[in-house]
């Protein structure tokens, strides 16, 4: 019989099990543009989407999602080359007619009432109110104004062309995890 | 990291690839300063860009550049741009078209089979 490791008190297997058949990558660490690019290109290898359109939606909502963790999230880590990296978590799953991206990382309380509001905003949109709100961001990022940021979760609104869905859960009282997915129907591959 | 070819004989600036690095402003800095450099004496210039993928704080810097060439165009500078874009790309179109809005310059669009 095979003796039971003892080193660790967590069963992969059960974590491999609950990374059911759906899901087609899941990773948690830290993340920048080098990882970033190993996956969203792999995602591409499994996602079997032979259509340009489709494997640039994929790619841009992962990479745009992946990016709020690698610039944003709270928890960080130093790589060998000296840079600092945000740690999170990046899933995507394919399920029917939809993928679904979620992305995860730990962010300050105090950072978390400004994501909430831009995220009620986007959503609250039509795609053409959405793009002039881009347009506007933009113009004041260009300008250098506060409170300009966030201009991604706009682009993954729009490019995934569905809501943002957004869920906080409280790790103590300085720190939150803030979750958010989207989905992108395999219905906006066609061309229009 | 993109591919930059710009040509101070020809007044001709190719910007293509990907576009997702962490330090936009150290990357596009330079290249505004060279713009702005290179306008002083010219009479025209010619911007190409063909990015398959740009984040959002490149996004950012494309406005800015264009925002250069316009004032340069206010100016009686003659100047002419050209996007590439993958023809199924659907939202780097619709990007595009706002960045015609948002820079009031004339973008020609060029959609292209990958």
């Known amino acids: ?192 | 990291m993109p591919a930059v070819d710009f040509d101070s004989i020809t007044g001709k600036c190719v910007i293509k690839g990907e576009s997702f690095l962490e330090e936009t402003a150290k990357f596009y800095t330079p290249l505004v300063e060279w713009i702005n450099r290179y306008l002083r004496t010219a009479k025209r210039i010619e911007l190409i860009l063909q990015l398959k993928y740009f984040n959002t704080s490149t996004s950012k810097w494309i406005l800015t550049i264009l925002g250069v060439l316009k004032e340069f165009e206010r100016n009686g500078g003659e100047v002419k741009v050209e996007w590439y874009y993958y023809k199924d790309d659907t939202d780097m179109r619709d990007d595009i078209k706002d960045y015609i809005l948002g820079s009031n310059l004339k973008i020609d669009m060029k959609p292209f089979v990958e």
């Open chain 1, 1 to 192: 019989m095979v003796k039971k490791k003892e080193n660790y008190n967590f069963s992969l297997y059960e974590y491999h099990n609950l990374m059911n058949q759906n899901i087609l990558v899941s990773y948690k660490g830290p993340v920048d543009e080098r990882i970033m690019t190993v996956i969203g290109e792999n995602i591409l290898l499994v996602t079997d989407e032979g259509d340009g359109k489709a494997k640039n939606k994929i790619f841009k909502v992962f990479m745009e999602l992946a990016q709020n963790v690698w610039l944003y999230s709270a928890e960080s880590c130093k790589l060998e080359n000296g840079k600092s990296v945000g740690l999170g978590t990046l899933v995507v799953s394919e399920c029917g007619d939809y993928y679904t991206f979620v992305t995860g990382n730990v962010v300050n309380n105090a950072d978390v009432v400004p994501v909430i509001e831009k995220c009620e905003t986007i959503n609250s949109l039509d795609r053409e109110s959405l793009r002039e709100y881009r347009r506007e961001q933009r113009r004041l990022a260009n300008e250098g104004k506060p409170n300009s940021g966030n201009i991604g979760l706009i682009q993954v609104a729009l490019t995934a062309e569905s809501p943002l869905d957004i869920e906080l859960t409280p790790v103590n009282d300085e720190e939150s995890f803030l979750s958010i997915a989207v989905k992108i129907s395999k219905d906006n591959f066609k061309n229009n």
